[in-house]
């Protein structure tokens, strides 16, 4: 079954730093770029940042830029998102999804950044 | 940046009904266009890709059209599992960026 599960999330002050992992299963995961988006009520779905399938080449928006680094571990098919120096507007839904059209998404995991 | 611009943000339509969802861009984007659809409390799910090409497995009162800057997600005879809300998105380039949604309600 090719899916995609999240973990990871939390309740977290301002400041702090959170991993998420996405793991994968079902399908070859080293054929794939992989992402993460973010869901918020007020702002929708916001793109967060992309790993190429060789993990060479990754991209980030202007938001989590220098705070957040996405990585992964063919060996154990994961995909990973660190978050460091976390803020109250990363407060949201996070998701994983497989390649540019994100044919597969995760469940999702909540990240909430409160003091 | 491209900017995703979706009409309307809410739709009410019934049973059996045909709804178009537009979405434009900021500026001229070749065919990288996505649809996704999200149900309350689920992830989203992909319905189209590359402006028109349905997914598979997803039905075929979903279709997608357009080009440049306008692009379209129509659904042919609603059914009662297609009031959700509709995505576009583009890949063009990055940053990926999603219109803000559509909500499609029953009337």
């Known amino acids: ?115 | 940046d491209f900017q995703m611009t979706q009409s309307p943000s809410t739709l009410a339509a019934s049973v059996g009904d045909r709804v178009t969802i537009t979405c434009r861009a900021s500026e001229s984007i070749s065919n990288w266009v996505a649809w996704h659809q999200q149900k309350p409390g689920k992830a989203p799910n992909l319905l189209i890709y590359k402006t028109s090409t349905l997914q598979s497995g997803v039905p075929s009162r979903f279709s997608g059209g357009g080009s440049g800057t306008e692009f379209t997600l129509t659904i042919s005879r609603l059914q009662p599992e297609d009031f959700a809300t509709y995505y576009c998105q583009q890949y063009d380039s990055y940053p990926y960026t999603f219109g803000q949604g559509t909500k499609l309600e029953i009337k």
């Open chain 1, 1 to 115: 079954q090719v899916q995609l599960v999240e973990s990871g999330g939390g309740v977290v002050q301002p400041g702090r730093s959170l991993r998420l992992s996405c793991v994968a299963s079902g399908f070859t995961f080293d054929y794939y770029s992989m992402h993460w988006v973010r869901q918020t009520p007020g702002k929708g779905l916001e793109w967060v940042a992309v790993l190429s399938y060789d993990g060479k080449n990754q991209n980030y928006a202007d938001s989590v830029q220098g705070r957040f680094t996405i990585s992964r571990d063919s060996s154990k098919k994961t995909l990973f998102l660190e978050m460091d120096s976390l803020r109250v507007e990363d407060t949201a839904t996070y998701y994983c999804g497989r390649d540019a059209t994100f044919d597969i998404w995760g469940q999702g995991t909540m990240v909430t950044v409160s003091s």
